[in-house]
């Protein structure tokens, strides 16, 4: 059970309880995390909740495309967009989510989606257009992070309209629509809000199966609308 109480579902179709699937091969999923937020900072502090955010990722492997603070149902939460290797080395996977973190919980909407057969084909026409030179760039969130997958312009989201089928344009859109209509559960919205912890930040999660829901003694009510 999670403190989501309803969203649209248009397009999904129920696969486990909090999983769904579409036909694209996209993966929605909805968490609540019963402990403390493991995240480097507070919502109010942005530079260092980036910074934080792009290391702890880099450091497990992966990539942080971006990290944007906003509301869902009008609650402080972050969103992430994150880039990891396939486990047998052919493609990547790319994960977006929004956590709304609270003092001693969390409630997570996430959607995934990998390559298929075909990879690199986006990144071999925006590297072709705009040069090698002004292919690659330091992390925006800090010259210092290093590691991972790296940080390059074809993941940005000006060219999402030229590429539609790509995952990350699926994944990015899929949340942009989605996120809007998520209902919380007004006992989860109504706790105390997040402060920063000591510890780092969590690496990504794996990206072939959805995270597991831990187990929650609150009791809270999910209901979804599909179509």
């Known amino acids: 059970m999670t403190p989501i109480t ?116 986006r990144e071999a026409v925006v590297l072709d257009r705009v040069g090698p030179e002004r292919y690659f760039t330091p992390h925006p969130y800090g010259a210092d992070i290093a590691g991972g997958l790296p940080h390059h312009v074809a993941d940005g989201e000006e060219w999402d309209a030229q590429f539609p089928d790509h995952p990350l344009t699926q994944v990015r859109t899929a949340l942009a629509r989605i996120a809007p209509t998520v209902v919380l559960h007004d006992g989860f919205a109504s706790l105390p809000p997040f402060a920063a912890s000591a510890a780092a930040a969590a690496p990504p999660a794996e990206p072939e199966e959805p995270a597991a829901e831990p187990r929650a003694p609150r009791r809270w009510f999910r209901r979804g609308r599909s179509a």
């Open 6 to 121: 309803s969203m649209d579902l248009t397009g999904f179709t129920e696969r486990e309880p909090g999983v769904w699937t579409d036909e694209r091969g996209l993966v929605l999923s909805v968490h609540f995390f019963d402990l403390v937020p493991d995240l480097p900072a507070p919502l109010d502090q942005p530079d260092r909740l980036r910074h934080g955010l792009a290391r702890s990722v880099a450091r497990a492997g992966a990539g942080l495309i971006e990290a944007v603070l906003g509301e869902v149902d009008s609650v402080p939460a972050v969103r992430q967009l994150v880039k990891v290797r396939r486990p047998d080395g052919h493609g990547q996977v790319f994960l977006g989510s929004w956590t709304v973190p609270k003092a001693g919980c969390s409630a997570v909407v996430k959607v995934q989606a990998g390559e298929g057969p075909m990879t690199g084909l």
